[in-house]
């Protein structure tokens, strides 16, 4: 008889659900956790390190807690004792820094007791039977959720077996002169940290990245832009879940003066090819697609799923609705809910997914 909620995935997507559920009411015993690695930011922090991440992106509401507020702006002024964080956010110009967001994550990984939830195991395959989901032989668990996360690092392929090559977020140092492929925050950042080392840098680029201080445009996050989103036709949508995928990283004087300067100095350039370079960092993200993820391509073919180009066609509450009905759930929360939420990558992203897949097991009545 199928009693327990199941998260697969324990990273940040399924970090942010838990805490979500737990705040609900459930008890650590209620939830099941499958995943790689404890540490919830297990996987995010060594990219972070890798690219030398400072500060975040994302802004104070950037974080793994169940409500919005209090936000990491309101966590760091009482630490400091500073109002500044606090009139920053004000300003939506607030950036915590990662020392300050994984001390977070730390703290609620205990507050929560996601410790005891958590089980560690590889699942491969989530399949629907009668009364739920047999998660990878597991146990069969009326609700699921499911945070994967990026299935890998792309690299193009003409630069595949280049000794030369390796990806932004794996640990490197800097050559004398550098080739920085691709243009979104991951390779701005490593542009900086580059002529910081004293190299050399070509920026190898096929077009001109955005100027954006988020992942996409505000108005996705909000309720009107998002109705205009749901309500394209679904190629419509494909193309502009494409679009927002585009190369972008923030507008601001912390990325251009000392790109200026380099520039005037002849320490920087564009280009569209790697040539003679020393080194070529890929700062090319990640794969992209369901069919990059064993477990949902799978999950695809068993049940034969409507899809969308590389996405999973998902209903408005990040719900697959083939295999959800009034008494089981199956969602998709982080990078694979992107057709419900463009931003389902982002932490508020991944909030919004868990607020709903938290509205479905609560208003259960066998949970």
């Known amino acids: 008889m199928p009693e327990r909620v199941a998260i697969v995935g324990s990273g940040l997507g399924g970090f942010v659900a838990y805490a979500t559920l737990r705040h609900a009411g459930l008890e ?42 209090p936000g990491l702006a309101a966590y760091e002024a009482a630490r400091r004792r500073d109002l500044a964080p606090l009139l920053l956010s004000v300003c939506d110009r607030y950036r915590p820094t990662v020392d300050v967001f994984l001390h977070h994550v730390a703290r609620l990984r205990e507050r929560t007791l996601w410790d005891e939830s958590f089980v560690p195991a590889r699942i491969e395959r989530v399949a629907a039977v009668e009364g739920g989901f047999d998660v990878g032989g597991r146990g069969v668990f009326r609700h699921v959720l499911v945070a994967t996360g990026h299935p890998g690092l792309a690299l193009p392929a003409e630069l595949a077996r280049d000794p030369r090559v390796v990806h932004a977020y794996e640990p490197h140092e800097y050559a004398e002169r550098v080739a920085v492929v691709g243009a979104g925050m991951a390779a701005a950042t490593e542009w900086l940290n580059a002529l910081e080392a004293g190299a050399e840098v070509v920026s190898v680029r096929r077009r001109e990245p955005a100027r954006r201080p988020l992942n996409v445009a505000r108005p996705l996050f909000g309720k009107r832009g998002l109705a205009g989103f749901r309500r394209a036709p679904r190629g419509r949508r494909a193309e502009l879940l494409r679009r927002f995928g585009e190369p972008s990283y923030p507008p601001g004087r912390t990325w251009d003066t000392p790109l200026e300067r380099a520039e005037r100095e002849g320490r920087f350039r564009v280009a569209t090819a790697v040539n003679g370079a020393e080194q070529v960092i890929c700062a090319t993200g990640f794969r992209r697609g369901y069919h990059h993820d064993p477990l949902l391509a799978q999950l695809v073919e068993d049940h034969g799923l409507e899809t969308e180009d590389r996405w999973i066609v998902l209903a408005d509450d990040s719900t697959v609705p083939a295999l959800t009905d009034g008494a089981r759930t199956l969602s998709l929360a982080g990078v694979p809910g992107q057709w419900a939420y463009p931003a389902a990558d982002t932490l508020v992203g991944m909030k919004v997914a868990a607020r709903r897949f938290r509205q479905r097991v609560v208003s259960c009545p066998t949970r």
């Open 28 to 69: 650590p015993g209620e939830i099941a956790i499958f995943g790689d690695e404890p540490d919830p930011a297990g996987a995010w922090r060594p990219r972070a390190a890798a690219i030398r991440q400072r500060r975040m992106r994302s802004e104070s509401d950037g974080h793994c807690a169940p409500t919005s507020f």
